[in-house]
């Protein structure tokens, strides 16, 4: 089976993932690194893009694919960080894939309807399913057309993924450690909610995981 990931973090978004399918071919697309399931998952891609940037990656797949208005491919992928070969490999993978998972930060950001528009039109293209990170057919409610693409947030410098969860905490690499000027024991308060930084280095990047209870999927910049 050939799976194509659009979730941020997946092996912590469910659990169930890794055990179901670490025999199986997954691509992941993602602003963040999955170390937990690269390492359990042999036969797996990566394409790693810019932080709200996914409606970018998407419309430079259906420039190649679809029937699709101009756009400046050029600065597309130069403001997303995927290059030319990433998104004909992500191509390849979108026409024989079995299904697509899509998370809720997938729609909260930048070009949030016309990522649903773009993945709709690309699962009727190539008749792949849609799940949601609990498993679970995910309806796309795409508009009817695409609206002009937008610009997504400014995440330069050091930011958090937000992930619910019973215990507060807040883990990062050295980078991310640099990038908010903070040590290892740290106190943060991040929504009114206080954490201890954890110094973690399995992590890479500037961009930090935010533990907290009934947390919402979303980046939050520091």
């Known amino acids: 089976m050939k ?45 790693k893009y810019e932080i709200d940037t996914l409606g970018f990656v998407l419309a430079l797949v259906c420039a190649r694919v679809l029937e699709f208005p101009e756009i ?5 992928s130069g403001e997303s960080n995927a290059s030319e070969e990433e998104i004909q490999t992500l191509c390849e993978f979108f026409s024989s894939c079995d299904g697509i998972i899509v998370a809720p930060e997938n729609f909260s950001g930048a070009n ?11 699962s009727k293209k190539f008749g792949f ?9 995910y309806e796309l409610n ?11 947030a400014d995440f330069n410098g050091a930011s958090v993924f937000c992930l619910p969860a019973e215990n507060v905490a807040l883990k990062g690499s050295a980078m991310f450690a ?3 000027k903070l040590k290892n024991g ?3 308060v991040i929504d009114g909610i206080e954490a201890t930084f954890e110094l973690d280095s399995t992590l890479k990047g500037t961009t930090g995981l935010f533990f907290a209870p009934n947390a919402k999927y979303e980046f939050k910049k520091l």
């Open 112 to 122: 949030s309807t016309n990522i649903a528009f773009m993945l709709d039109a690309l």
């Open 142 to 152: 795409a508009p009817l057309k695409m609206s002009e693409l937008e610009e997504g």
């Open 72 to 76: 400046d491919q050029g600065y597309l």
């Open 186 to 188: 740290a106190k943060v």
């Open 3 to 47: 799976i194509l990931s659009f979730a941020t973090l997946l092996s912590a978004q469910t659990s169930k993932f890794i055990a179901r399918h670490k025999d199986d071919e997954v691509f992941v697309v993602s602003p963040l690194d999955d170390e937990v399931l690269f390492s359990a998952i042999k036969n797996h891609h990566f394409l």
């Open 129 to 137: 399913c849609v799940i949601g990170i609990n498993g679970k057919p």
């Open 178 to 180: 640099m990038a908010s």
